[in-house]
């Protein structure tokens, strides 16, 4: 029977050694920690979502669009094992999903431990070796015997496959391993390597202490966030630094930007809901009383619109509808919820093997390639798990009849 190797047990590598298994291998999976699946783990803590509905009738380049990296790679793997797709395979693991408001797909319960925990006991089922506290250091593809390839392992052990793939993951959430061991193996190899920058991450703004007392760990309830990269409508996080948020990750860059604090009414219908009133207030109550902005919102406009037009109801509706904010600086990597950067697709070919070392694959958030937050990532992930275990299984070939 043909030995493949599989070294990272996230999402990519899960897949792919599902696939391999189904197949005919005998898979070894390695994990470099105690704990398996752990940026998983941390991804569902606070709800693990799996995949988008990008538009009722969600086309394939529609979800391919929220992409950064090659498109036609992204194209192809999307079709190889689609969203669709996914969401079978995640039901068949007794695991059952629902589409929330914000067209991501979650697991039922949110957590995903129950998901990681059930398809573990899958591979289990089909045979695959688990192995923790296994971290390689070296590869080789063998020029004695082009169809194999040798693997070490900081433990001094050293064993031959007939196809290795590493999914170790982005530079996010890697805080007890500052700088990431990885990357240096591979640029040791010769491998191309592009830094890791963080990604959908909160930006620091000047808050002043007043608005910080009033708003921290308030949220921006329903605004519009508009940059030269786009506009996204969600919700935003106030906290000590700044800002965090699907919005600000989306489409957050250093310089100005602009908030529509009330992006359901037009500029035209809030001046009239405003003036309407015969009421003597000033244009700050009327604001409060009449335009049901979030406590954050409000504060947002007490704290930081120029006092000069808080007395102009009109200029104080059009700061509404398009509050400049600047921008100072992306968070640290070690707060990034994932990381662009990694190694270059320039190093692999169509199946995502290296070029350099046949046998040897790659996939996951260790590729320069970076998505939105969603269900953008994780589904990325598992298709390029299924691609790259497809693509091992067609090269490496098991003993048929296994």
């Known amino acids: 029977m043909s030995k493949v190797a599989v070294i990272g047990s996230g999402p990519a590598g899960l897949m792919a050694a599902h696939v391999l298994a189904t197949r005919g291998f005998a898979v070894t999976l390695f994990e470099k920690k105690q704990t398996l699946g752990a940026k998983l783990l941390i991804a569902g803590s606070s709800g693990l979502n799996v995949t988008h509905k990008v538009t009722e009738d969600a086309s394939l380049e529609e979800f391919v669009a929220f992409y950064r990296g090659p498109r036609g790679h992204f194209q192809k793997i999307l079709k190889d094992f689609s969203p669709q797709d996914w969401l079978k395979f995640i039901k068949s693991l007794g695991i059952e999903t629902f589409l929330g408001t914000s067209r991501r797909y979650f697991v039922d319960g949110m957590k995903a431990a129950p998901l990681l925990r059930s398809w573990l006991n899958h591979l289990k089922e089909l045979g695959v070796e688990i192995l923790t506290r296994h971290e390689c250091v070296d590869f080789e593809a063998l020029q004695e015997n082009p169809s194999r390839v040798r693997l070490s392992f900081q433990n001094g052990i050293s064993q031959e496959f007939s196809a290795a793939l590493f999914a170790l993951g982005g530079g996010s959430y890697e805080n007890h391993e500052i700088p990431l061991r990885w990357p240096g193996l591979f640029t040791r190899k010769g491998v191309a390597f592009i830094p890791f920058e963080a990604s959908n991450v909160g930006f620091e703004v000047e808050w002043t202490q007043a608005f910080k007392t009033e708003a921290e760990g308030k949220p921006l309830k329903n605004v519009t966030l508009t940059s030269s990269k786009g506009k996204v409508t969600g919700d935003l996080m106030v906290t000590q630094y700044g800002l965090e948020g699907t919005p600000i990750y989306q489409v957050g860059e250093v310089g100005e930007v602009f908030l529509d604090l009330k992006p359901d009414l037009t500029f035209t219908s809030a001046l009239a809901r405003l003036v309407k009133s015969r009421e003597n207030l000033s244009p700050m109550r009327r604001i409060k009383k009449f335009m049901k902005l979030s406590p954050a919102a409000y504060a ?68 320069n390639w970076d998505a939105p937050t969603g269900g953008f990532l994780i589904q990325a992930c598992v298709s390029q798990g299924h691609w790259v275990g497809t693509a091992m299984s067609e090269r490496a070939r098991p003993v048929l009849g296994h």
């Open 300 to 367: 947002l406009l007490f704290h930081h619109a120029p006092k000069e037009i808080q007395n102009d109801l009109e200029a104080l509706v059009k700061c509404v509808k398009k509050f400049p904010l600047h921008l100072e600086a992306k968070r640290p990597l070690a707060e990034a919820i994932s990381s662009a950067g990694g190694v270059s697709f320039d190093e692999l070919d169509e199946t995502l093997m290296l070029r350099k070392y046949p046998g040897i694959y790659a996939a996951g958030e260790m590729l």
